[in-house]
């Protein structure tokens, strides 16, 4: 049989600027496409690189698939949908089934008519069998005996039981061969041009309001072992590897194994992680040995700049964690991209002071986002009577969908004036460093890039077809 797992591109232009910065390889479609490639013709489509929607109309003519799989964040579900109903388009008998965050926390929003199975949670293994079973049985397939589904049956969805995942070495290793012909152009230029990705651990202790990631585990955390890490690493051509996590090394003693492991094994990579700012801070030893393996960048959840304010979106971080992390991390030589979200009721002055805040912690890569109750998170159901903006498309965390205090256009001024952080020393040294290492070709496309959100930044207001804002 003919697969196509289709990359989506969202359409909003703050996705689209991102694209040309920040380009990860598809690994959830390299996962899928790793279960079922042995006996079928599997192909993976990125519309981000490939031609977008007239490069997948090119390939659904060309390659003529059986099953067309596709899935996103929030914010992707949308173009999901309009991806798998191109597919029904030109054969109403293709299998089309869609998956990933949203379609797990949410999978009701998939139900529509010319998507045919959602897959719930983990969908390495549902997806093998839904494979399975359509090839012996077409469009006559029972998929109800297979766990994890949501099966769209005459504007109806039936829910198959539930299938959690207790050992992520039981999933395949990522076919990157996939993606062979345009490996070349993944990566973030600031971390590394050629980049990979990997998954190490799934989970987190955490219980953030704003995340769903804790939940979908069933509120476990779960890691892969040392030894299958090590294999899959070593088959890895790209020098930088970045781990897909919600945490990286809450397990300290497979943290140091691991990181052991890359150094007894010759393994000489630069790696970057998220981590959380109490486990750098309670975890030193770990940090140190984790630089001499190859860590040189992190993702580090900041968030706010008071505990008040940490308290009520329920994290057990706090400002002094994050002021010792960032002191544990710059000894060591390893650089942080710091997020922090702005709540959409924020005043002019509460702006400042997170950046003040930013500026004091001397972050060499300030994140911001605009605060965003997502499907599947505590802070959805404490919001749902206060969303103002329900087109998913905006749901990109640069677009307040609860009401703004300010009018719009003054907050989404004050949110691209967050930015000047960029402009402290330590930050140019930061940008400096990294340009050192691109060709001129690779620092033009990315001043091309940062340019281009600049210019997104200023007219965010203008996205907004259902919420006006305050008037000014």
Not at 15 to 37: F, I
Request: with cysteine; glycine share 8%.
């Amino acid at each position: 049989m003919k697969i196509l797992l289709v990359r989506i591109a969202a359409e909003t232009r703050y996705m689209q600027a991102m694209y040309k910065v920040v380009r990860m390889e598809p690994l959830s479609l390299e996962y899928l496409g790793a279960a079922v490639r042995a006996n079928h013709d599997v192909k993976i489509f990125d519309m981000r690189l490939e031609g977008g929607w007239d490069g997948l109309k090119m390939t659904l003519e060309g390659f003529k698939p059986d099953i067309v799989g596709t899935g996103g964040d929030t914010c992707e579900a949308n173009a999901c949908k309009r991806v798998l109903s191109l597919a029904k388009s030109f054969n109403p008998e293709i299998l089309t089934v869609v998956g990933g965050i949203h379609a797990t926390t949410i999978p009701e929003d998939f139900l529509h008519k010319d998507i045919d199975i959602v897959c719930i949670n983990e969908g390495v293994f549902a997806f093998r069998e839904i494979v399975e079973e359509f090839e012996r049985n077409g469009m006559k397939a029972n998929f109800r005996k297979i766990r994890g589904l949501g099966l769209n049956e005459g504007g109806i969805q039936y829910r198959t039981p539930d299938r959690p995942i207790s050992d992520l070495d039981l999933l395949p290793f990522p076919d990157r061969s996939l993606t062979g012909d345009i490996r070349n152009k993944y990566g973030f230029s600031l971390w590394g041009k050629n980049l990979a990705l990997m998954r190490f651990t799934q989970g987190c202790v955490g219980r953030c309001d704003f995340c769903p990631s804790w939940a979908q585990t069933g509120k476990r955390y779960l890691k892969r072992s040392v030894p299958s890490m090590i294999e899959e690493m070593k088959n890895i051509r790209e020098p930088y590897i970045y781990f897909v996590c919600e945490e990286s090394l809450l397990d300290t003693k497979v943290s140091l194994e691991l990181a052991d492991a890359i150094v007894r094994e010759g393994i000489k990579k630069q790696f970057g992680m998220p981590l959380r700012a109490d486990t750098i801070v309670m975890k030193p030893h770990v940090i140190e040995v984790w630089a001499k393996a190859g860590l040189r960048d992190t993702i580090v959840g900041l968030e706010q700049a008071s505990d008040e304010d940490l308290k009520e979106r329920e994290k057990t971080t706090t400002v002094r964690d994050n002021m010792e992390a960032m002191k544990i991390l710059k000894s060591n030589g390893i650089s942080c991209t710091g997020s922090v979200f702005f709540r959409p009721d924020f005043t002019k002055e509460q702006f400042d002071q997170i950046v003040n805040h930013i500026l004091d912690l001397q972050v060499e890569c300030p994140q911001y986002f605009v605060l965003t109750p997502i499907p599947g998170t505590k802070l959805f159901e404490k919001s749902k009577d206060k969303l103002v903006e329900h087109n998913f498309d905006l749901w990109d965390f640069n677009h307040a969908v609860m009401p703004t205090r300010m009018p719009l256009v003054k907050f989404y001024e004050e949110y691209m004036n967050a930015y000047r952080t960029h402009f402290a020393p330590w930050v140019v040294e930061f940008y400096r460093n990294k340009f050192s290492g691109m060709t001129p070709e690779e620092m033009e496309e990315e001043t091309r890039g940062l340019l281009g959100f600049r210019e997104v930044f200023g007219t965010l207001h203008e996205d907004h077809e259902e919420y006006k804002g305050p008037s000014a």
